[in-house]
């Protein structure tokens, strides 16, 4: 699958996930975040798509993914900022999330089918390719979908491209940050937890 498809797989999903939940998304979320303001950062995966696509970049200064994740580490982004944006975002889903939602993955559906080919576009990080930046969207989608599903504790599965290539990006942003072998001693089960891939 492209990384359109598998993105927008990835927000069918999480659609599909908050038409589930209480329609107040009243009750504990993440951290500082209640369920509101959980489902709203997630939805921002989707709304950050829209926005950049509308603003084209002249260079790309992010080449990959992975370099994506460690170029926002290094901007030293207040948390009380991100807190703060996606409990503005859960207040802008309104009385409908379910709704609102729906309606987010539908215009970036047909934001990405009109899109040239493989436009470079502003994200925070700076000048990257749609196809580079789509992966970490969806990389958010899966996250806190499996975020929202345990804050509810209703089961819910990402697709599994989506979660295929989530799970890819973690040990490539884990490389990119030294910190790759630690990843894998942990899935291997070099640790007390009991878990191992294999």
């Excluded at 797989?9 to 599909?16: G, I, L, R």
């Amino acid at each position: 699958m492209s990384p359109a498809e598998t993105f927008l797989d990835a927000a069918e999903a999480f659609s599909d996930q908050v038409a589930e939940l209480p329609g107040d998304l009243v009750g504990p979320g993440l951290g500082e975040w209640d369920l509101r303001a959980l489902v709203g950062h997630t939805s921002r995966s989707v709304l950050t798509v829209s926005t950049y696509l509308g603003q084209p970049a002249d260079r790309v200064d992010v080449e990959s993914a992975a370099a994506y994740y460690v170029a926002i580490g290094e901007l030293g982004l207040d948390p009380a900022d991100v807190s703060e944006r996606g409990r503005q975002a859960g207040v802008a889903l309104g009385d409908d999330p379910t709704t609102a939602v729906r309606h987010m993955v539908e215009t970036v559906a047909d934001q990405l089918v009109a899109a040239a080919d493989d436009p470079v576009i502003t994200t925070i990080a700076g000048g990257m390719r749609l196809t580079d930046y789509l992966p970490t969207r969806t990389f958010e989608l899966v996250v806190h979908g499996l975020d929202i599903a345990a804050a509810v504790s209703q089961p819910w599965s990402p697709p599994d491209d989506a979660l295929a290539e989530a799970v890819a990006l973690a040990g490539r942003i884990a490389v990119l940050r030294g910190d790759g072998a630690r990843l894998l001693r942990l899935v291997t089960g070099r640790d007390d937890s009991g878990f191992s891939v294999v």
